[in-house]
């Protein structure tokens, strides 16, 4: 792409007019190669994955709002909010709809303020009264209050100026190994693997950590309400603390595969006694310290093989189960990477100028 312009100077051998050869910098073309090699590799993400993460974060608004309508209502410290796998699908269907409409906005070139304020707010308000009537499952309109239309309205900006433009960052590299990020193999290397050293920043991947914590409690407190009282309904409960202390949790866990499997080399079997003392380890302590305000949102004593009322081994195969899949969602995260300087063009979907630049 960038050798169109230069053609025009060059004879049909491709050396300069004038038979005058010139050196290229043997690290320019490095450079060259890598930057387009990179380019051609970058990919959005793939749509199953994109609607994985809409499910997740539309369960994290719920939890949040409705954590905090409790905390202003009931004055509860352990911040208990509530969703459920029907919301989970309707918000990743939703969300999906919401990615379509905010690429229309290069329909609106030399007015973005009406994209911004009025017409993608409209919509999204649209949509999130449509959930809420549908989530009651009666025949009677719910009304929406002033209050709720005012916040559907910020979550509306917070969407069109934060939430998309961030995922519009994220690429996905399907053809890279999470062993060898750059896709080469050097054989003089020790058979022990290399972590990536440019993966996602260390923020977003607490964050994707945290709504996930929200995602396997919401559907773990939904199926045992299915079981024990025959909730039809699928609500599931968590608490805004547990994003903090799944998201530092499985934070720490990712870091101890990373160092275990790639660079000691470390398998599956020896790697999750390890990740199991360290989760009740991690659970224990929350659970103490959030105690002593009365902020812890479970108790285990009337679960046999407790400690305290704060772990039980009655939990110890869902645990092992969410350590292995850690690693696979650690393997996904591992092939995602947040492009700041070379990004899609939002009108045209091509690289940017800023690309060609470097390659000059």
């Given amino acids: 792409m960038i050798s169109r312009g230069r053609d025009s100077s060059r004879g049909r051998s491709g050396d300069p007019v004038g038979g005058l050869k010139t050196a ?5 073309e490095e450079l060259s190669g890598e930057t387009e090699d990179t380019a051609e590799s970058l990919r959005e993400l793939p749509r199953w994955m994109r609607l994985y993460f809409y499910g997740m974060h539309g369960m994290t608004l719920d939890v949040l709002l409705s954590s905090v309508h409790r905390l202003f209502k009931y004055r509860d410290p352990k911040l208990v909010g509530f969703s459920s796998p029907y919301l989970c699908i309707m918000h ?75 995922l519009s960052k994220l690429q996905y590299h399907p053809s890279t190994h999470p062993a ?6 050097d054989p003089g290397e020790s058979a022990c693997f290399r972590a990536p050293l440019n993966a996602l920043p260390g923020v977003v991947r607490f964050l994707f950590f945290g709504m996930h914590g929200f995602l396997d409690e919401v559907l773990f407190t939904s199926i045992f309400n ?6 039809r309904t699928l609500s599931g409960h968590t608490s805004l603390w547990s994003f903090l202390m799944y998201g530092s949790c499985s934070f720490v866990v990712e870091k101890l595969y990373l160092y275990l499997h790639f660079s000691r080399g470390w398998g599956t079997c020896r790697r999750l006694p390890i990740y199991i003392c360290f989760i009740y380890t991690w659970e224990f302590c929350w659970g103490l310290i959030l105690r002593q ?10 679960y046999p ?27 996904v995260l591992l092939r995602i990477k947040c492009t700041r300087e070379t990004t899609l063009s939002e009108e045209n979907g091509e690289v940017n ?8």
């Avoid at 290229?24 to 320019?28: C, F, G, L, S």
């Avoid at 100028?353 to 000059?360: C, V």
Wanted: with cysteine.
């Fill in 305 to 331: 093989q407790n400690f305290m009322g704060l772990i039980t081994l009655l939990y110890l195969p869902g645990w092992v189960c969410l350590s292995l899949y850690q690693d696979v969602l650690s393997n």
């Fill in 92 to 166: 990743s269907l939703t969300h999906f709809a919401l990615e379509k409409i905010y690429s229309q906005k290069r329909c609106f070139r030399g007015r973005p303020v009406v994209f911004h304020l009025v017409f993608y707010p409209s919509v999204y308000i649209g949509l999130q009264i449509l959930i809420g009537n549908i989530n009651t499952l009666t025949e009677q309109v719910r009304v929406v209050s002033g209050t709720q239309l005012a916040v559907h309205y910020i979550l509306a900006l917070y969407f069109t100026q934060v939430f998309h433009k961030g």
């Fill in 353 to 360: 100028g800023q690309l060609d630049k470097k390659l000059l």
């Fill in 180 to 185: 060898d990020p750059s896709g080469k193999s």
């Fill in 24 to 28: 290229r910098n043997p690290r320019q």
């Fill in 293 to 302: 305000f009365d902020a812890c949102s479970w108790d285990y004593s009337h």
């Fill in 226 to 231: 299915l079981v024990e009282k025959s909730d």
